[in-house]
């Protein structure tokens, strides 16, 4: 259990700031993680690594000559904002283009999906490989949807080697891609991680059992075992991942026993053997394997082991040398460091005429976004229970971070006279960034989608209120692509936006149609708990979380149903539920 901090919800940035300052000699911070602080050659590919924080050595820890050029860190066990990545790898860029590299997690493919469109739009040349190596997450014939854990190191260390030696992007890409599909990893957990200042484990595991195919986000297991031997344990892991080997596999095979935690390196070491003897025995030859802590969660108490089939090519760039804080590998020249100019974070917002309307709407806006703080501050723990159930627990603390920032920064622009749509793609882009994971991104495009359909107008009407409904809907279901009957937020949404428009069609105000929408979303809501994930990190565990309601669709609920009620009880509610140009119109 994490004890050492001042407050759990600078955790995360407090712990880097301490990494940086401990590995200056290797990583420099910038806005969003870290990159390399000595030299890169011109030219270089630069391999951009990251997802959430707790999990070092993963991710900064992999940055350094002959692996990641930078990495973008979240939040605990929350994927890094679009923002973040973006900056992170313009700032690592050396001219010769750039990998994204990370776990297939919804939240990381979000975020660094966004931030690859960006780069590419500025010509920056970013290309994109995902880490699917847990054979627990998803069949062979699905293998495009299982998700990464420790394999993550397999596909950086090529792949970053490969850059090193001054290959092209196209052929690191293809190292890494050829890598990823070589490699197997499987994990099993004896207990649950413990998110700092959370009182209790994400998961528990019963007395005597073991859990087996767990995530490194705070996931449990698929299904629950006799806790075995240390020699029935090896051939469990052993066995399953020979079964799902490539289907060009060979011979020579990096072995790698990742603790997650709090498992004593005795005891992996005693495993390790264990394991070594196995694959002997099935006609492998062990090569440069790896035993310690390589990708972690937390505290928890579990391990894993992974194969990666080598060729001669694979091979020659699995023992190439590397220098990180922590990974080391074989001998390389020291290199020199660098000066990295400080981001300018005083630019000044381009000014703009704002209308009275677009001020008065901005206000309520802000006004809006604080109810919205409240209710998940309320509910924080009870969503957190509920994630917890089939996911990593999680989406009470990052909803409340993203909401929290949103909410600062919309009061800071409503406080200016800013117009509705400034005020609330600011509280979009603040949403998404201190959020990070699936909901930052996709609440925060949709407040932004909300803010950019009112815009900045002389007057508003109930159409305007449809307009911006719509746009935040659109916004969520184009960039989530999930679908009625996932399991997700998209199963309160529709509802929500179906009734909100019959209700305004019908000539209801809009508080009267923000009643019936968010009476719609409660029901929906509700309804979701007879329904199996189909989306995300939940879905490995559909049959855990049946009987139990999505987190992220109870949430839009609750959301909903405050801010309905936040329009019958206050002045600023009144104001919000006419919608009357009479009553926003004037000119400024």
Request: with cysteine.
């Amino acid at each position: 259990m994490t004890q050492i901090f001042d407050n759990p919800a600078d955790f995360a940035d407090e712990a880097l700031d301490g990494f940086v300052a401990a590995n200056r000699g290797y990583v420099a911070r910038v806005d969003g993680g870290v990159v390399r602080s000595t030299e890169v050659p011109a030219g270089q590919v630069a391999l951009v690594i990251g997802g959430g924080s707790g999990h070092y050595p993963a991710f900064a820890g992999l940055v350094g000559p002959g692996l990641a050029a930078a990495s973008a860190c979240g939040n605990m066990f929350a994927s890094p904002a679009a923002g973040q990545v973006y900056r992170v790898a313009k700032a690592a860029n050396a001219g010769g283009g750039v990998l994204l590299s990370y776990g297939n997690y919804a939240g990381d493919v979000l975020h660094f999906g966004q931030a690859q469109l960006r780069l590419n739009a500025e010509g920056i040349e970013t290309r994109t490989v995902l880490v699917t190596d847990d054979i627990a997450s998803a069949a062979p014939e699905q293998i495009e949807k299982r998700r990464g854990i420790a394999g993550d190191l397999t596909v950086f260390k090529i792949a970053g080697a490969a850059a090193e030696a001054g290959q092209a992007l196209d052929d690191v890409e293809r190292l890494a891609i050829k890598t990823n599909h070589r490699t197997r990893s499987l994990g099993v957990a004896f207990g649950g991680c413990t998110l700092p200042g959370a009182d209790a484990p994400l998961f528990t595991v019963p007395e005597g059992q073991m859990s087996l195919g767990l995530g490194i986000h705070g996931e449990p297991g698929i299904s629950e075992h006799p806790m075995p031997t240390a020699s029935e344990l090896a051939d469990l892991l052993v066995t399953k991942l020979l079964a799902d080997k490539p289907e060009d596999a060979g011979t020579r095979v990096v072995a790698i026993v990742n603790g997650l935690g709090t498992v004593k390196y005795d005891e992996l070491f005693l495993l390790f053997g264990k394991i070594e003897k196995l694959l002997t025995a099935a006609g492998l030859t062990v090569v440069e394997p790896e035993c310690g802590e390589l990708v972690t969660s937390l505290d928890m108490s579990g391990l894993s082991l992974t194969l990666l089939w080598l060729d001669a090519e694979l091979e020659r760039y699995w023992a190439a040398p590397a220098d990180t804080p922590a990974f080391r590998k074989g001998n390389l020249a020291p290199r020199a460091r660098r000066e990295l100019a400080a981001a300018d974070e005083t630019a000044a917002e381009e000014l703009e005429y704002t209308t009275a309307a677009a001020a008065a709407l901005g206000r309520l806006a802000a006004d809006l976004l604080g109810q919205t703080l409240n209710v998940i501050m309320e509910h924080e723990e009870e969503l957190g229970r509920l994630d917890a159930i089939a996911g990593d627990g999680d989406h009470g603390i990052g909803m409340r971070r993203g909401v929290d920032a949103a909410v600062a920064a919309a009061e800071l622009r409503a406080g200016a006279g800013a117009s509705v749509e400034r005020i609330l793609t600011a509280a979009g882009e603040a949403w998404s960034e201190r959020a990070g994971g699936t909901s930052g991104a996709l609440w925060g495009s949709a407040v932004i989608a909300a803010g950019l359909a009112l815009g900045n107008r002389e007057s508003y009407s109930g159409q305007d209120a449809a307009a911006a409904v719509t746009a935040f809907v659109d916004a969520i279901t184009e960039l989530g692509k999930a679908e009625p009957g996932d399991k997700t937020m998209v199963d309160a949404l529709l509802p929500f936006r179906d009734a909100f428009l019959g209700a305004l069609d019908g000539g209801a105000s809009v508080g009267g149609s923000l009643a019936a929408a968010a009476e719609a979303a409660t029901a929906a809501a509700d309804g979701t708990s007879g329904l199996r994930p189909l989306k995300g990190r939940a879905r490995p565990l559909a049959e855990k979380s049946l009987g139990h309601p999505d987190p992220g669709a109870v949430s839009f609920a609750l959301i909903a149903t405050r801010i309905s009620a936040h329009t019958k009880t206050s002045s600023t509610g009144t104001r919000l539920a006419h919608f009357e140009p009479s009553e926003l119109g004037a000119k400024a």
